[in-house]
């Protein structure tokens, strides 16, 4: 049990779909992350959310909208995505930026 | 910037063998490194993860020791297991709170 969980587990959308992926910690942490992971491509960094605040964007296209509730939840939504958007995204939280992340399983996105 | 260069896998070993994964980075300041493992089917979870020089991180029979005068986190076990096979990623985070990945290494451990 890692303490962050992710749902769905498997999302398969079309282009002209609209989707949430949903992230939950449980640990009392402060900071979120949300990352994209690719086959044979290095982990990228594509959001990062501490006390609810955005602080990093990493040039993520307008079509992945993140939104922050409050510290325990972050959401992605998705809407008109390219099929080279299917990939693993991956949420991650820690006390302080600083710190060491936490990770979830995991949102295996299929885009049709 | 920061960046942190692993070394180029898939790495093949047998069970009991020895096992070194080099990692260096390039950061300003002191960051904090960290060893993060990928089991298949998983998110990454913490290994390992040393704070300031000269420290060693371990856990699970993994080391790996803060070296600043090369710029070196590699990580070591001294008789990995069929159970080790993952990907193994170097990380760093600055006190700026940015955080850095390495590529990943695969790891495949056969009986």
């Known amino acids: 049990e890692t303490g962050v969980t992710q749902t769905p587990r498997h999302l398969v959308m079309g282009m002209t779909n609209k989707k949430s992926l949903k992230c939950e910690q449980h640990?009392?942490?402060?900071?979120m992350y949300w990352y994209k992971q690719s086959a044979k491509k290095p982990l990228e960094l594509m959001f990062v959310?501490?006390?609810?605040?955005?602080?990093e964007n990493n040039s993520v296209p307008s079509r992945f909208s993140p939104e922050c509730p409050n510290s325990s939840h972050l959401f992605l939504h998705l809407h008109t995505l390219q099929p080279e958007d299917s990939a693993l995204y991956l949420c991650?939280?820690?006390?302080?930026?600083?710190?060491?992340?936490?990770f979830g399983p995991g949102t295996r996105l299929t885009v049709t | 910037g920061n960046s942190v260069t692993q070394m180029e896998g898939p790495v093949t070993l047998s069970e009991e063998a020895f096992l070194t994964i080099n990692c260096t980075y390039t950061?300003?300041?002191?960051?904090?490194l960290f060893w993060y493992v990928q089991y298949p089917g998983e998110g990454l979870q913490l290994l390992l993860k040393?704070?300031?020089?000269?420290d060693k991180g371990s856990n699970k029979g993994f080391e790996a020791t803060y070296r600043k005068e090369t710029t070196s986190f590699h990580l070591e076990k001294g008789s990995v297991q069929v159970s080790d096979s993952a990907v193994y990623f170097c990380?760093?985070?600055?006190?700026?709170?940015?955080?850095?990945f390495g590529d990943g290494t695969t790891l495949t451990v056969k009986p």
């Open positions: 991650a939280s820690s006390q302080d930026p600083r710190d060491e992340q936490y």
């Open positions: 640990l009392g942490h402060n900071a």
């Open positions: 959310y501490n006390f609810k605040e955005q602080t």
């Open positions: 950061a300003t300041g002191y960051p904090s």
């Open positions: 040393a704070t300031k020089a000269d």
């Open positions: 990380a760093l985070n600055t006190n700026a709170g940015k955080s850095t």
